[in-house]
């Protein structure tokens, strides 16, 4: 163990933690913890976003360019997370990016991400080792939510087009990643490697079907008394995918406006025309 670093006996704790998988109704997930956070703060300590620092973005980095010296990054700054974290009976932690960066992105050297792979599987394990070293004992649970292929890859290049200068029309673009993704195979990956810590599987279908919004697949693990469940309130859907018609749009722009910066302008522009954002 570091020098300097103190354990917690984790008997009776439960630690919950969020992996993955981008496109999967994360964003909306994280926004009905947000949502009911005092109302949840005497049963479960929630961290998301800004509270993650300093791994927030570690896993997405790793993503973009795998290899020892990022990886040590991550460890290290999930064990200064992990540190100043109060004891809880029950911890989350929710951070799609613990997967690795979103399939559809390309890494540092060139290459597009097609699949999560091995990415996904070191640093759930880094996160497993982290968290049982910090709470010796305690429940470590894992929650993937997950979605059908095709509305997965239709979903990113959406985003990308966004968020890149994404040039590539859905057909060229899924048919570099349809042959290699399968979120389902990506679980069973996930499973057998983090034996013996439970994993815990929801689909997208499934928990945006919910009352409660994505955020059930959390609720579900916490143990929540029912008059509490009861309380929950729901969260509006967040990051709203583009119509087809400004797809299209965005498409051309990216094909066509040459300067960087003339690109940016217009697509914030266009995309806050229609109530969006960049990200």
Known sequence: MPR???SHDGRGMKVIVHAGFHKTGTTSLQQGLRANDKLLAPHAALYYGARLQPVLHRGRHFGFLPGPKRLAGF??????LLDKMPDAERIVLTREAFSGAMVGETRADGVRITSYGDTAVILARALAEGIAARF?????????????????IASAWKHLLRLRRMTEDYQAFAATVSPHLDLDQEVARLTAALAPHRVVVRSLSEIAASPEGPASAVFDLLDLPRDLRNRITPAPAARR???DTLSAWLLEANRTIADDAELHRAKVAALAEAGLGMD
Not at 75 to 80: A, E, F, H
Request: glycine share 10%.
């Open 241 to 243: 995918s583009q119509s």
């Open 136 to 152: 010796p004992g305690s429940e470590i649970v894992f929650l993937y939510t997950t979605r059908d292929t095709e509305g997965y």
């Open 75 to 80: 460890r290290r700054d999930l064990r200064v």
């Open 4 to 6: 300097g670093r103190e």
